[in-house]
């Protein structure tokens, strides 16, 4: 029978999708002490506002980010998939400016926020693949703005959906384009700006069109090429292909 994953290969993973690492880099981060946790849909993972300690590494499940208005009108901002560090971002900031939330059930691994500035700044390899990784992120957070700002709902639902389908076949969690959504119809709204009953006609739409089709909360895309047209999407920004770590 064999070992169970290393809750942190998958953390590994993710960065050498665009930054090589070597055999001692690999086992520095595979080193670090953690706390893995068992997190329910809605826990909080961060809080805006606090002060944070730790770096939580989603190890299954999925997480959202989101901000809240004065009135309390939520926008979510990225979302979380499995091997991903959830607060780079915070890494170095004295105070959490936006929250973090459990989309799915899954598993959190917590690393001391000072183990993992020790690494960084003890490797400059590993220093290189977490500037990129933090880079890649606000690629990301530029494209969302895009798409909320200035695609319409059908390209808008679009563009996410061919986002994480990409995001999740270069981690091997999709199957031909295939998986499972994480998300409801109210969170997609949050996340698309838009209300939910916009959001399920959107989802008809695209089914009416063919360019989905939907077993449950299953997806698949019969008509890839052409979802990727409606959805203006480029993978360009998620930047897939790796660097060697000098450049």
Not at 45 to 61: F, K, N, Q
Not at 63 to 72: I, M, N, P, V
Request: contains cysteine; proline residues 5%.
């Amino acid at each position: 029978m064999s070992a169970d994953p290393h809750p942190l290969e998958l953390f590994v993973r993710t960065f050498e999708l665009r930054t090589p690492l070597s055999g001692s880099d690999r086992q520095q981060i595979l080193a670090l002490p953690y706390t893995l946790r068992t997190l329910e849909s809605g826990s909080y993972v961060v809080r805006e506002a606090d002060a944070p300690r730790y770096c939580g590494v989603l190890v299954s499940g999925f997480a959202y980010r989101q901000k809240l208005t004065g009135e309390g009108a939520r926008q979510i901002i990225a979302i979380n998939l499995p091997g991903e560090a959830i607060d780079l971002q915070h890494l170095f900031l004295r105070e959490a400016d936006h929250s973090v939330q459990m989309l799915t059930r899954g598993e959190v691994a917590f690393v001391a926020r000072e183990d993992l500035q020790a690494l960084v700044r003890g490797s400059s390899a590993i220093s290189h693949a977490l500037l990129v990784q933090m880079q890649v992120e606000a690629s990301i957070f530029r494209e969302w703005v895009l798409n909320v700002g200035r695609r319409p709902a059908k390209s808008r639902l679009a563009h996410v959906l061919c986002e994480l389908a990409v995001r999740l076949d270069a981690v091997g969690l999709a199957a031909h384009y295939g998986y499972q959504l994480p998300m409801t119809q109210e969170e997609l709204a949050d996340a698309l700006g838009l209300t939910p009953v916009h959001v399920n006609r959107t989802i008809k739409s695209l089914e009416a069109d063919k360019l989905i089709a939907r077993d449950r909360r299953r997806l698949f895309f019969p008509e890839w090429k052409r979802l990727r047209d409606v959805g203006d999407f480029n993978a360009r920004y998620l930047h897939l292909n790796p660097l060697p770590s000098s450049e």
